[in-house]
C-alpha cells in the first residue's frame, strides 16, 4: 500500500456540531455516507453542521470494489424513514442538503418511490432549503428516474466514478459508463432547468486523456456540475490507489474543466461529490435568477 503523503492527513472528528448530529443520527436510527464509506472530510464537514444522508439502509446490492459500503441483502425498507430525514434536516436548518443512498437492485424500482417521497417531505418542511439528491443509476429505467425529477429537487447528481477503461474493474457489474451518462442526460432532456451534476475519483491508474475524455463526455450529457477527488484506499480488500493525485495536478484539471465550459467545478485530493456543496448555493441562485 502507497504511503500517504503529508498533503492527505486528515484531523480526527470533534466539536460540538460533530457530536450533535452524530447523536441526532443515531437517535433517529439514520445513516450518512461520511461514516459508511469513511469519508474523509467528515470531520470538517459535520464540525460545521452539515451531512449527506443516506437513506434505504446501510447495506447496498452492488459491490464495487472501491467502495466501503457493506455490500449484501438488504433489510425492508423503513416506510417512516422519509419524515424522520425530514424532520431531522429541518431540526439542523440546513441551507443544501444532500440525500443519498445504497442501491436497492431488489426493489422493483430501486427504491426511487422511497427517494422521491423523501425529497418530496424536505421540500414540505424545509422550504427554503435546497435538495441534492445523489441517486444511483436505477438500472436505467426511465420511469424510475422521471421520480426523481418530478419530485423537483435544485440539483441531482449521478456520479460517473471513473474513466471508461477502468469502469468494469472498479464498478459492479451492473453499473456502466454508458448507463450513468443515460441517466445523467435523460435528466437534463426532461428538465432542463434541474441543474446536474457528476463526480470522479481519480488515483485508480487512470490517464490524463481519460480524465478529459470522461469530463467531455460528461458535458456532452449536459452535466453542469463536475468534482475531481483522490481516491483512498479503505481497505486491504478494496482496490488498490495506484497514484496519490498531487493538489497541482487538480488544480491543473479543475482549470481545464472551468474551460470546457462547467458551470461550477470542484477539484482536490479531499473533494467528494458532497464536499461543501453549501458552496453552490449562491452560483445556483445566482444562475436561477437569470
Known amino acids: 500500500m502507497l504511503q500517504k503523503p503529508e498533503w492527505l492527513k486528515i484531523r480526527i472528528p470533534s466539536g460540538e456540531n460533530y457530536v450533535k448530529i452524530k447523536q441526532t443520527l443515531r437517535t433517529q436510527n439514520l445513516h450518512t455516507v461520511c461514516e459508511e464509506a469513511s469519508c474523509p ?19 447496498c446490492t452492488r459491490g464495487c470494489r472501491f467502495c466501503n459500503v457493506t455490500s ?9 424513514e422519509p419524515k424522520r430525514v425530514a424532520e431531522t434536516i429541518k431540526k439542523w436548518n440546513l441551507r443544501y442538503v444532500v440525500i443519498t443512498s445504497v442501491c436497492r437492485d ?11 417521497e423523501t425529497i418530496g417531505l424536505i421540500k414540505n418542511l424545509c422550504p427554503d432549503t435546497i435538495v441534492e439528491p445523489l441517486i444511483p443509476d436505477f438500472n436505467g429505467d426511465l420511469e424510475s428516474i422521471k421520480k426523481i425529477i418530478d419530485s423537483n ?8 466514478e471513473t474513466v471508461k477503461r477502468l469502469t468494469s474493474k472498479i464498478r459492479d457489474a451492473n453499473a456502466s459508463y454508458q448507463k450513468s451518462l443515460f441517466v445523467l442526460k435523460k435528466i437534463k432532456e ?31 450529457v449536459g452535466v453542469d456540475i463536475i468534482t475531481a477527488g483522490q481516491y483512498l484506499q479503505p481497505s486491504l480488500k478494496h482496490i488498490s490507489t495506484t497514484e ?9 484539471y479543475k482549470k481545464i474543466f472551468k474551460q470546457m465550459g462547467f458551470k461550477h467545478v470542484a ?10 456543496a453549501v458552496d453552490f448555493i449562491d452560483k445556483i441562485n445566482r444562475l436561477n435568477s437569470k
Open 244 to 252: 496519490f493525485v498531487t493538489p497541482e495536478k487538480f488544480s491543473f
Open 267 to 276: 477539484a482536490g485530493p479531499f473533494v467528494r461529490s458532497s464536499y461543501r
Open 106 to 116: 431488489d426493489l422493483i424500482d430501486g427504491g426511487s418511490s422511497h427517494f422521491a
Open 41 to 59: 472530510n467528515l470531520a470538517e464537514c459535520w464540525d460545521t453542521g452539515t451531512a449527506t444522508i443516506m437513506i434505504m439502509g446501510d447495506t
Open 190 to 220: 426532461i428538465n432542463p432547468k434541474i441543474f446536474t451534476k457528476s463526480s470522479m475519483m481519480l488515483g485508480h491508474g487512470e490517464t490524463k486523456r481519460e480524465v478529459f475524455q470522461t469530463a467531455y463526455d460528461l458535458k456532452s
Open 153 to 160: 429537487p435544485e440539483v441531482i447528481s449521478h456520479n460517473i
Open 72 to 80: 449484501g441483502k438488504p433489510t425492508y425498507l423503513d416506510p417512516d
